[in-house]
């Protein structure tokens, strides 16, 4: 079946302007994950989302960050004013629901500072 | 969530089983462990999880030793494809939901 869709898959801009990432989920995932990865280190969680409840947005590094979920389906993540250290990919992922079942993740958006 | 430890890279012949080990040590009685990997410019790929008892899938072994202190993932026939960073997570299953703490994981390197 469809698995995490995410895009645009590249996405270069100047730095100072506002980006959005997309990311479809499974169809039927309650819950939804942002992760980003910069280059050669670990996974770095931004926010979640399960079903109607408040998103968990613990991990967010600014208020620049900002996402939402409409629908409990479809995500963005909205990065505003960006700066040169906000390059990396940006993660998406969701899973069926909570408890013990993994998260599935997309390929990400890989995202390009100048 | 307890932590693991992993060693940070690994060879392994083609065709041949890939053995990767992690140590959680300090797992709880309600964390399970979970095995992701990652190959270059992907998103990480889930391969397998348990709790317990030792889990078989289309894709790996995974054996958790009895104290549930370590665990051993199993790639059986491993081929070029297989060539990849592999993590070894632990974690509560909750209802809260749990983001994943990924680690430096181990890099295979699956040689011809």
């Known amino acids: 079946g469809a698995g995490v869709s995410q895009s645009p898959s590249n996405k270069v801009t100047e730095k100072g302007k506002d980006v959005e990432l997309r990311c479809d989920p499974i169809?039927?995932?309650?819950?939804l994950y942002w992760y980003r990865q910069s280059l050669g280190q670990g996974l770095e969680f931004l926010i979640y989302f399960q079903g109607n409840s408040a998103p968990d947005k613990s991990g967010l590094p600014s208020d620049r960050f900002s996402a939402e979920r409409t629908g409990g389906s479809v995500s963005t993540l909205t990065i505003q004013r960006t700066q040169q250290e906000d390059s990396a990919v940006y993660l998406c992922?969701?899973?069926?629901?909570?408890?013990?079942?993994?998260?599935?993740f997309g390929d990400g958006t890989r995202l390009s500072i100048l | 969530d307890a932590k693991t430890t992993q060693p940070p890279s690994m060879d392994c012949a083609e065709g041949r089983a890939a053995n990767l080990p992690c140590n959680h040590s300090t797992i709880s009685g309600n964390e399970y462990v979970y095995w992701y990997r990652q190959i270059h410019s992907q998103g990480p790929q889930y391969i397998i999880h348990?709790?317990?008892n030792n889990e078989t899938n289309e894709m790996a072994s995974l054996i958790i030793t009895e104290d549930r202190k370590s665990s051993t993932l199993i790639l059986p026939h491993a081929t070029l494809r297989d060539t990849a960073v592999y993590y070894c997570i632990v974690r509560v299953a909750s209802n809260s939901g749990y983001a994943l703490n990924f680690g430096k994981g181990t890099s295979l390197l699956v040689t011809p």
């Open positions: 992922a969701s899973s069926s629901r909570v408890g013990d079942q993994p998260q599935h």
């Open positions: 169809s039927g995932h309650t819950a």
């Open positions: 348990g709790l317990k």
